[in-house]
């Protein structure tokens, strides 16, 4: 399984731009890349996927280096509304297969300070 | 929008009870994922299922079963309740990725389960 590591929390302040990377050393060539963001008492929401290199969307980037071993979820001018626990994801659950490659990492708690 | 949900947000049983946790899904999805939560422990997958009576292991399937009888409801089973299976239990669903290892989950809000 590709074990996953992220930071375990991070402060910002409001406005700032917020980056947080996990690690994903042993990622395996047809694993993608998926953040999710989670509020308390609610379920894990999708933010963010890629393969490599860069991704962006109306919320997020994600930026993968050439070995992707690492990846980093880019969140521009963090908000109050922005203080959740960013969880990364790599690789998959294949049908049939007998077995899976699904990792979650521990989620970095960030915190918006105003 | 997908909706993804779970048959009760807060659940109390006794040890040794058999519990059923139910998880409905509304968009036709055939990938279906029952996830336990714990602080310091991220979520963790107990089992999957990829179609109707299909189901593969996850990493902590001991003590779980599940049943899928319609492509809609995916069901967890805890055959007798112990007090290390209080935790907050997710259930997730995903569209299939046949040739291509991409994942994008859909998740209902959760059972928190307490075991006395």
């Known amino acids: 399984l590709a074990k996953t590591t992220q930071p375990i929390s991070m402060d910002s302040y409001e406005g700032q731009e917020v980056n947080i990377t996990c690690s994903h050393n042993n990622i395996a060539t047809n694993d993608y890349i998926t953040w999710y963001q989670q509020f308390p008492s609610q379920g894990p929401r999708f933010i963010i996927q890629?393969?490599?290199t860069k991704v962006t969307n109306e919320v997020a980037s994600l930026f993968i280096p050439a070995d992707r071993k690492s990846s980093t979820l880019s969140l521009p001018r963090v908000s109050l509304s922005d203080t959740a626990v960013y969880y990364c994801?790599?690789?998959?659950?294949?049908?049939?297969?007998?077995?899976?490659?699904?990792?979650f990492g521990k989620g970095t708690k960030l915190s918006v300070i105003p | 929008d997908v909706k993804v949900t779970q048959s009760s947000r807060y659940l109390v049983k006794r040890t040794g009870e058999k519990v059923f946790l139910e998880c409905v899904q509304d968009?036709?999805?055939?990938?279906m994922f029952w996830y336990r939560q714990d602080p310091g422990l991220g979520l963790r997958l107990i089992y999957f299922s990829y179609d109707v009576k299909m189901k593969e292991k996850g990493d902590i399937p001991e003590g779980y079963s599940v049943s899928r009888e319609k492509k809609e409801r995916f069901s967890l089973i805890l055959e007798s309740a112990s007090t290390n299976q209080t935790s907050m239990y997710l259930c997730?669903?995903?569209?299939?990725?046949?040739?291509?290892?991409?994942?994008?989950?859909?998740f209902g809000p959760g059972t928190r389960l307490t075991v006395t």
């Open positions: 997730a669903s995903s569209l299939p990725t046949p040739g291509l290892k991409s994942y994008e989950q859909y």
């Open positions: 968009m036709d999805h055939e990938n």
């Open positions: 890629g393969y490599k």
């Open positions: 994801l790599v690789g998959f659950a294949e049908r049939g297969a007998g077995s899976y490659q699904l990792t």
